[in-house]
C-alpha cells in the first residue's frame, strides 16, 4: 500500500501555529493525522515537520514523525526529504490543515496509479461560477482524458458565451506521486508559470509530466484562517 506524509509547518502567515490550535480536545494536526490513519488506505502514515510542538501533539497520539533537517519552502520539498530512504512506490501528500480526510476519494486517487503511465495524480471537485472568481479557489481545465492541461487562479475556461458552462473544476490539493517523480519534481527549479500563478504543480505541466485529475464529491475543509477553523469545529460537531 502507499505511504502519506502529511507535511506540518509551524509557521503560518494568515493564521500562526494554526496546526497546533484546538479542535474540540485534540489539535488541527492530531485530527489531520488520525483521520489519515482511520482511512485505512495507507501502509503508514508520517508527519514531517519542523517543530517540536507539532512532534509531541503527534507522539502524543502514537503518531510516527520526520523531523526535517533542511528548510523548505513547500510541503512538497518536505516530503521528498522525508520519503527518500523510504521503502516505497506510492507517496501522497497530505494537506495538514485538512483535517477530516475522505476514504473513498483516497482509494480513487491510489487506484489512478493501476495505470503504470500515470505518475502523478491529484483531485478536483465541482464549484458554481461565483466560487470560481475567488482567486484562493485553485480552477484547473482537463483533456478527454482527465490529464490536467493548466491550473489558475483566474476562473477557467473564459465563457464567450453565456450559458455554456455549467459548472468549474476546483483543484483539491491533494497530491500523489510515484517516488522517483517526487524527487525529480522537487529538484527541479521553479519554472515561469509557476511563478507568475504562485501554483507549483505548474512546474510539473511546463515540464511535459502528466497529472492524472479524479473527481470527488467530498469538498475538503481547509484551515487558513480562525473563521475555517471555527467552520471545522461546526462540522466535527455535526458528526458527532
Known amino acids: 500500500m502507499p505511504t502519506a506524509i502529511i ?5 503560518s502567515t494568515r493564521f500562526p501555529a494554526k496546526l497546533t490550535k484546538d479542535l474540540c480536545g485534540l489539535s488541527v494536526i492530531q485530527r489531520t493525522y488520525l483521520s489519515t490513519v482511520e482511512t485505512g488506505v495507507f501502509d503508514e502514515v508520517i508527519v514531517a515537520t519542523d517543530h517540536q510542538e507539532i512532534v509531541d501533539q503527534i507522539q502524543a497520539v502514537g503518531g ?6 533542511q528548510i523548505h519552502e513547500s510541503g512538497s520539498d518536505r516530503i521528498a526529504e522525508a520519503v527518500k530512504e523510504l521503502d516505497t512506490d506510492i507517496v501522497v501528500n497530505v494537506q495538514g490543515d485538512e483535517p477530516f480526510q475522505d476514504k473513498k476519494s ?11 503511465k500515470v505518475q502523478v495524480a491529484s483531485m478536483m471537485f465541482q464549484i458554481d461560477a461565483h ?3 475567488n482567486p484562493n479557489a485553485v480552477k484547473l481545465v482537463v483533456d478527454q482524458d482527465a490529464n490536467a492541461l493548466y491550473f489558475s487562479r483566474s476562473p477557467i475556461p473564459f465563457e464567450r458565451e453565456e450559458g455554456r458552462l455549467t459548472h468549474y ?5 491533494i497530491y500523489a506521486y510515484r517516488k522517483e517523480m517526487l524527487l525529480q519534481f522537487t529538484a527541479w527549479p521553479k519554472s515561469y508559470l509557476e511563478q507568475v500563478e504562485m501554483l507549483e504543480q505548474l512546474r510539473l505541466l511546463e515540464k511535459g509530466v502528466k497529472i492524472k485529475m479524479i ?3 467530498h469538498q475538503a ?5 480562525p473563521e475555517d477553523l471555527e467552520k471545522a469545529i461546526t462540522y466535527f460537531k455535526t458528526q458527532l
Not at 507535511?7 to 509557521?11: E, I, K, T, V
Not at 475543509?221 to 484562517?225: K, L, N, Q, R, W
Open 106 to 116: 483516497l482509494e480513487d486517487l491510489i487506484k489512478a496509479f493501476d495505470d503504470p
Open 215 to 217: 473527481p470527488t464529491t
Open 131 to 133: 466560487e470560481a472568481t
Open 169 to 173: 473544476w476546483k483543484h483539491v490539493g
Open 7 to 11: 507535511p506540518a509547518r509551524y509557521a
Open 221 to 225: 475543509i481547509a484551515i487558513d484562517t
Open 64 to 69: 510516527k514523525i520526520f523531523f526535517s533537517q
